[in-house]
């Protein structure tokens, strides 16, 4: 299982494994990773499993589709490049040792 | 033998006892009385929910599907057509746009529970019920007052009788068939009149919708409308009906919530995981799969048991425990993955509201029996009656 490093914004950090296929939103609520909220549920709907992330596996995360760029302008902390919805990256072995940061505040 | 079979009154009653037997000893189970197999975990809940492309929606997603709605609706159709029917609604439902839908609910909650005042014994339904349309009405742009189509109270009815089924016949009924017609000319009737005087309101957008110059195809918004009615009014309605269950039966939970209102946003999540209305949902297996030593065929299909992954010790320590303490994040309370429940935002707000308001008027209260009438449902689970009283 690829595993997985969430910095929040205090800079505390956790690594969990997750089973390929979940998406990074799930793997965070399900192992207690407090700085994603995913209100609903995972289907791209709310912005509040909003992460950045690390550039040298930009190139590695599949695109976002548009609805997740739509949804995306809804992010309550500052948007950024590499702003992404964890819960639209799904977890595979070629993002073993990703690092996603965490904002703020997600609403 | 061990045997799981969703349409038994048993497990309308009381699920959880065969789900811990189907999550120990049968993870993945075949029920010859359901004719799927039944995942009951929560990690392969959850790993199914996500794989949309294996487990397809697209052949309808309620244990017993009603006729000709598998692939019109968002529930019951996969991406990208899924993805298309959902950005046209999804951003009424949105937390931040639901603001000002509060004041709204909450004047309904005010009128519907004042009811109560001076009432030692009632039936909860005959508020809930009346709380649920009202806010959905005003949610959905449903007629309301001088223009309503019909009784408020004959959409609940119609409402909570189609997604029911017969406990005898394994399917769906005469009577539960006659509701989902009433409710598709219901809805036929609201579309009609909203594209032919549109206002600023869901139904109208939808009605009238284009993608890439294209309007959406008659029997999309017909059968898209009908069940956000149906979902709207019977799960918002079936998931009260389990939260003033668990108020009652628990009132070390009901007292530190009566007192501290603002602990009524955790008591909701939990009770989402610990009982939801939204038990099981089902999918249909576009390829094999091999999962604890059994093949599932392309083809079969397969119930997703939210209710007890929810109840999955492997996830959720203590998990027959209610515990509003726990904030169990994750939960499968509304589904999970693309088909995540649209309305989130609103039932948690239009419930959080409604208690609120109801706790005001009655604070401390218990249920009468111990024994309660369960609807009939492969999918959901709520009672019937849910007679209350003042302690």
């Given at each position: 299982m690829p595993?997985i490093?969430?910095?929040e914004?205090?800079?505390?950090s956790?690594?969990v494994?997750?089973?390929?296929?979940?998406?990074?939103?799930?793997?965070?609520?399900?192992?207690?990773?407090?700085g994603?909220l995913?209100?609903?549920?995972?289907s791209?709907a709310?912005?509040?499993?909003?992460?950045?992330?690390?550039e040298?596996?930009?190139?590695?995360?599949?695109?976002?589709?548009?609805?997740?760029?739509?949804?995306l302008d809804n992010?309550?902390?500052?948007?950024?490049p590499?702003?992404?919805?964890?819960?639209?990256i799904?977890a595979?072995?070629?993002?073993?040792?990703?690092?996603?940061?965490?904002?703020?505040?997600?609403? | 033998?061990?045997?799981?079979?969703?349409?038994?009154p048993?497990?309308?009653?009381?699920?959880?006892?065969?789900?811990?037997?189907?999550r120990?000893?049968?993870?993945c189970?075949?029920?010859?009385?359901?004719?799927?197999?039944?995942l009951?975990?929560?990690?392969?809940?959850?790993?199914?929910?996500?794989?949309?492309?294996?487990y397809?929606?697209a052949?309808?997603?309620l244990?017993?599907e009603?006729?000709?709605?598998?692939?019109?609706?968002l529930g019951?159709?996969?991406?990208?057509?899924?993805d298309r029917?959902?950005?046209?609604?999804?951003h009424a439902?949105?937390?931040r746009n639901?603001?000002?839908?509060?004041?709204?609910?909450?004047?309904?909650?005010?009128?519907?529970?004042g009811?109560?005042?001076?009432?030692?014994?009632?039936d909860?339904?005959?508020?809930?019920s009346?709380?649920?349309?009202?806010?959905?009405?005003?949610?959905?742009?449903?007629?309301?007052?001088?223009?309503?189509?019909v009784p408020?109270?004959?959409?609940?009815?119609?409402?909570?009788?189609?997604v029911?089924s017969?406990a005898?016949?394994r399917?769906?009924?005469?009577e539960h068939?006659?509701a989902?017609?009433?409710m598709?000319?219901?809805?036929?009737k609201?579309?009609?009149?909203?594209?032919?005087e549109?206002?600023?309101?869901?139904?109208?957008?939808?009605?009238l919708a284009?993608?890439?110059?294209?309007?959406l195809?008659?029997?999309?918004?017909l059968?898209?409308?009908?069940?956000?009615?149906?979902?709207?009014v019977e799960?918002?309605?079936?998931?009260?009906?389990?939260?003033a269950?668990n108020m009652?039966?628990?009132?070390?939970a009901r007292n530190?919530?009566?007192t501290?209102?603002?602990?009524l946003?955790?008591?909701?999540?939990?009770?989402?995981?610990?009982n939801?209305?939204?038990q099981?949902?089902r999918?249909?297996?576009m390829?094999?799969v091999t999962l604890h030593?059994?093949t599932?065929k392309?083809g079969?299909?397969?119930?997703?048991?939210?209710g007890?992954?929810?109840?999955?010790?492997?996830?959720?320590?203590?998990?027959?425990?209610?515990?509003i303490?726990?904030k169990?994040r994750?939960h499968?309370?509304?589904g999970g993955?693309v088909?995540?429940?649209l309305?989130?935002?609103?039932?948690r707000?239009a419930v959080?509201?409604a208690?609120?308001?109801?706790?005001?008027?009655?604070?401390n209260y218990?249920r009468?029996?111990?024994?309660?009438p369960?609807?009939?449902?492969s999918t959901?689970?709520?009672?019937?009656?849910l007679?209350?009283?003042?302690?």
């Amino acid at each position: 299982m690829p595993h997985i490093t969430y910095v929040e914004a205090s800079g505390q950090s956790t690594t969990v494994n997750i089973p390929e296929g979940w998406s990074l939103m799930q793997g965070a609520t399900t192992n207690g990773v407090e700085g994603i909220l995913g209100e609903c549920g995972g289907s791209c709907a709310c912005a509040t499993c909003h992460c950045y992330v690390a550039e040298d596996y930009l190139a590695k995360v599949l695109p976002a589709s548009d609805t997740e760029l739509a949804m995306l302008d809804n992010v309550a902390a500052e948007r950024r490049p590499n702003s992404r919805l964890a819960c639209q990256i799904k977890a595979n072995t070629a993002l073993d040792g990703l690092v996603v940061h965490l904002p703020a505040t997600q609403e | 033998m061990f045997s799981f079979d969703p349409y038994s009154p048993a497990v309308d009653a009381d699920p959880f006892p065969y789900y811990k037997t189907l999550r120990d000893e049968h993870p993945c189970f075949w029920s010859p009385e359901a004719q799927m197999w039944v995942l009951s975990r929560y990690a392969d809940i959850v790993s199914a929910g996500q794989d949309w492309q294996t487990y397809s929606s697209a052949s309808g997603n309620l244990m017993t599907e009603l006729p000709g709605r598998a692939g019109a609706t968002l529930g019951s159709s996969d991406p990208p057509k899924h993805d298309r029917l959902r950005g046209l609604i999804q951003h009424a439902f949105m937390k931040r746009n639901l603001l000002a839908l509060e004041e709204p609910i909450r004047d309904v909650a005010k009128q519907v529970f004042g009811q109560l005042n001076g009432v030692d014994e009632f039936d909860f339904k005959e508020v809930s019920s009346q709380f649920t349309v009202k806010v959905l009405m005003a949610a959905l742009g449903l007629p309301m007052g001088d223009e309503a189509l019909v009784p408020e109270h004959e959409v609940r009815e119609n409402a909570v009788m189609m997604v029911q089924s017969d406990a005898r016949t394994r399917a769906k009924g005469p009577e539960h068939i006659a509701a989902y017609n009433w409710m598709q000319e219901y809805a036929g009737k609201v579309i009609a009149m909203r594209r032919a005087e549109p206002r600023n309101d869901l139904i109208s957008n939808f009605a009238l919708a284009e993608i890439d110059g294209d309007r959406l195809d008659d029997r999309e918004v017909l059968l898209t409308t009908t069940t956000l009615i149906m979902a709207g009014v019977e799960s918002l309605g079936g998931f009260m009906m389990m939260f003033a269950y668990n108020m009652a039966t628990f009132a070390e939970a009901r007292n530190a919530v009566v007192t501290s209102p603002e602990l009524l946003p955790d008591a909701i999540e939990e009770s989402l995981r610990f009982n939801t209305s939204a038990q099981r949902f089902r999918r249909r297996l576009m390829k094999d799969v091999t999962l604890h030593g059994q093949t599932m065929k392309e083809g079969d299909f397969v119930s997703l048991a939210y209710g007890s992954g929810n109840r999955d010790e492997r996830q959720y320590p203590n998990p027959d425990v209610y515990d509003i303490t726990r904030k169990p994040r994750g939960h499968l309370g509304f589904g999970g993955g693309v088909h995540a429940c649209l309305g989130t935002a609103i039932a948690r707000l239009a419930v959080k509201i409604a208690f609120d308001e109801f706790h005001k008027v009655v604070p401390n209260y218990t249920r009468v029996a111990d024994q309660l009438p369960w609807m009939p449902s492969s999918t959901f689970r709520s009672p019937l009656v849910l007679a209350l009283k003042r302690v």
